[in-house]
């Protein structure tokens, strides 16, 4: 065994000063290696090319495994910030999908880079349209009463969207309008690293959980996003149209306190 690993690691060696990516993975089968075709006759002034040198073989419950794909090391502005005012100043450019013709401000999100708890909503209406905040207007207003009711300052949350500029008339965003937006979501995400997240209503949950499912069947369950837990509740805006789904969003946001908690 100490020949072959010997032979694996000159052989990385060679491979990283040729600009190859071939690592060494431990207990996992070795994945099949797709067939060649056998190459032409070259013609008889060409010389044949030469076939890059195989991996050399592994002693057992080691295996080779190819290449990352180039395509993840293409520069991602999004996938590449660093921080949410990063991330804000690119939503600021963005001219990725129709929202952007008829906006006055984006609305890329607020609160603490730290937040415990990240709240999503569907997106900005006319007074964050106004204002570049997110639920500034009568929904925030009844936001800021579900949070204080579970212990939670506004200031201790980070709040945004899915899409970050206002949809017209406040039309629910279309599939490729949140599609367009959603990375900028994603990534900032990644940065707060939340205990928690609560998504407020059908799209953000949609989105979130990359289902088509109605809100009615993703109350009450405990769901996940890359591993952080998603509560999903109804939308401040909705309860303004019907208090009689004051009770169950309190039910919801209590599961969510507790998730802090534990």
Same mark, same amino acid.
């Given at each position: 065994?100490?020949?072959?690993?010997?032979? *694996? &690691?000159?052989?990385? %060696?060679?491979?990283?000063?040729?600009?190859?990516?071939?690592? #060494? &993975?431990?207990?996992?089968?070795?994945?099949? &290696?797709? *067939?060649?075709?056998?190459? $032409?006759?070259?013609?008889?002034?060409?010389? *044949?090319?030469?076939?890059?040198?195989?991996?050399?073989?592994?002693?057992?419950?080691?295996?080779?495994?190819?290449?990352?794909?180039?395509?993840?090391?293409? =520069?991602?502005?999004? /996938?590449?910030?660093?921080?949410?005012? %990063?991330?804000?100043?690119?939503? *600021?450019?963005?001219?990725? !999908?129709?929202?952007?013709?008829?906006?006055?401000?984006?609305?890329?999100?607020?609160?603490?880079?730290?937040?415990?708890?990240?709240?999503?909503?569907?997106?900005?209406? $006319?007074?964050?349209?106004?204002?570049? /905040?997110?639920?500034?207007? $009568?929904?925030?207003?009844?936001?800021?009463?579900?949070?204080?009711?579970?212990?939670?300052?506004?200031?201790?949350?980070?709040?945004?969207?899915?899409?970050?500029? &206002?949809?017209?008339?406040?039309?629910?965003?279309?599939?490729?309008?949140?599609?367009? !937006?959603?990375?900028?979501?994603? /990534?900032? #995400?990644?940065?707060? /690293?939340?205990?928690?997240?609560?998504?407020?209503?059908?799209? %953000?949950?949609?989105?979130?959980?990359?289902?088509?499912?109605?809100?009615?069947?993703?109350?009450?369950?405990?769901?996940?996003?890359?591993?952080? =837990?998603?509560?999903?509740?109804?939308?401040?805006?909705?309860?303004?149209?019907?208090?009689?789904?004051?009770?169950?969003?309190?039910?919801?946001?209590?599961?969510?306190?507790?998730?802090?908690?534990?």
């Amino acid at each position: 065994m100490t020949d072959g690993l010997a032979l *694996a &690691r000159a052989y990385l %060696a060679q491979q990283r000063l040729l600009g190859g990516g071939w690592v #060494i &993975r431990a207990d996992a089968p070795a994945r099949p &290696r797709p *067939a060649v075709p056998p190459a $032409r006759p070259p013609a008889a002034t060409t010389a *044949a090319p030469v076939a890059p040198a195989a991996p050399p073989p592994l002693p057992p419950g080691l295996h080779w495994e190819p290449p990352v794909s180039a395509d993840l090391f293409t =520069p991602d502005p999004v /996938r590449d910030a660093g921080s949410l005012a %990063a991330v804000a100043g690119l939503v *600021a450019a963005c001219t990725k !999908c129709r929202l952007c013709e008829t906006r006055t401000h984006t609305v890329p999100g607020e609160g603490p880079a730290d937040a415990r708890l990240v709240v999503v909503g569907e997106g900005p209406g $006319r007074t964050e349209d106004a204002t570049g /905040r997110p639920f500034v207007g $009568r929904a925030g207003e009844l936001l800021t009463k579900i949070l204080g009711a579970i212990d939670l300052a506004r200031e201790q949350v980070f709040i945004c969207n899915v899409v970050k500029c &206002r949809p017209p008339d406040n039309r629910t965003p279309q599939q490729d309008e949140a599609a367009m !937006c959603a990375p900028y979501l994603f /990534r900032q #995400i990644a940065l707060v /690293r939340p205990k928690v997240i609560l998504a407020l209503g059908g799209p %953000a949950a949609q989105t979130l959980l990359n289902t088509r499912q109605s809100l009615g069947s993703l109350r009450g369950q405990v769901h996940r996003f890359r591993d952080i =837990p998603v509560i999903v509740t109804y939308h401040p805006a909705a309860l303004l149209r019907n208090p009689n789904w004051k009770k169950p969003t309190w039910d919801d946001v209590r599961i969510a306190r507790r998730l802090l908690d534990d």
